[in-house]
């Protein structure tokens, strides 16, 4: 049994839609369960929604969540399913305009999850009923009935033992008898909030589903051949590797190739499962497979790879006690970036300093002055991004670096960074 997962550029439109089910239909022998991510920018739409309950503009908030309405009611027109589909999609938009009737009385991040689920609510069941009217018989699961987590909201953490347990009472039955249908991204707490499991999070939802239902094989669907060494938007030298081990794939993935979410290979190495990744677009290609590798991972044998991360902001924070930033100070500056949300990219410190590159996130740096100690001092610099190398020579680092202005550069085993001011 195969576990199948196709992101938000695979179905923002009818016609990818009939794509995807052509997929579907040639492989549905082998699926099980297939994670559906929000149609293409509609996770982008429904936070400029929260945005805007959360500031208090609500006759602007109504705008954009009916113009999000619109798009799915006139995919479901294009697709010919029934007035029945659309009351039933209608009725969840109604959930979230309950929501934005009254104001704001818990954090942001409740509130931000409570209403982004319903971006991949409306495009499993638009999918799932496309499929029934195609001949492909399935059943569609709210994923928050199944997937447990923790109320860190935005950043939820899985509880693995309950999931375990639910996926096994009301998931493992039903395989070998029906195709389940359900979404990325989100999950749920024990008093039946639903919670997020950060960015991009539905490729690890479906390697959280491989892990529980001892998958043969997990494959995520996507719009380039499979894993390269290079994003080929910004490298025409971009090539396709055909294999790689669990290791290489996850080092990939902690410097911020975003082919795959970081978190999706731990529970699939844990179990052995191997990962596919292939084109919706190319078919017929194999793509890339990431399993346990049987000879030894040499990073000479290996090409080198690039990653970009764009977007990114250069935090400085400096300690005005004039006490070392030893481990205790350190610690304190991780449970800073923890409690804010910001994701540390690459750091450094020096006796009195520490530097980390972030994510831009404005809403999340924000908590951090808010709760920062005033023994420290922060200056923050906006407008970078990042340029991870891997097992490159000198002269690729030329290539690659030349004469961009460097504000933080690190290295490690087969790994070199620079934090870069952006064209």
Known sequence: MKVFKFGGASIQDAASMQNVGSIIQKHSQDIGLIVISALGKTTNALEKVIISFFEQQNPTAFQLLEEIKEKHLLLCTELGLSQAVVTELEDMFIDVEWILENPPLREFNYYYDQIICLGELLSSKIISEFLIT?????????????????????????????????????????????????????????????????????????????????AAEMVIWKDVLGVLTADPRLFDDAVLLPNLSYEEAIEMTYYG???????????????????????????????????????????????????????????????????????????????????????????????????????????????????LPPYFSLTVTEGLKLITLRHCSPDLIQKYIGNQTVLLQGNSQNTQQWLVISD
Not at 175 to 190: A, H, P, R, Y
Not at 269 to 277: E, G, S, T
């Open 257 to 371: 190739a975003q082919v795959i979410h970081p978190k999706t290979l731990q529970p699939l190495q844990a179990k052995q499962i191997p990962l596919r990744v292939r084109s919706f677009i190319h078919q017929s290609h194999e793509g890339t497979l990431i399993c346990k590798q049987t000879a030894p991972n040499n990073s000479l044998n290996l090409p080198p790879v690039v990653v970009v991360k764009p977007n990114q902001t250069l935090l400085k924070l400096e300690s005005l006690d004039m006490e070392f930033m030893d481990e205790q100070k350190l610690a304190k500056v991780f449970q800073l970036l923890s409690k804010s949300q910001l994701k540390t990219n690459m750091s450094q410190h020096s006796a009195l300093g520490f530097w980390v590159s972030v994510n831009t996130e404005a809403d999340k740096l924000n908590v951090l002055k808010t709760i």
């Open 134 to 214: 195609q001949g492909i018989d399935n059943v569609w699961v709210d994923v928050r009935d199944v997937l447990r987590t923790d109320d860190n909201y935005r950043a939820a953490n899985v509880n693995w033992a309950q999931t375990q347990q639910l996926v096994t009472q009301k998931i493992s039955p039903l395989m070998g008898k029906k195709l389940v249908i359900t979404q990325g991204f989100i999950g749920s707490t024990d008093d039946n909030c639903s919670t997020t499991l950060a960015r991009e999070g539905s490729d690890y939802t479906a390697a959280i589903f491989s892990y529980c239902l001892n």
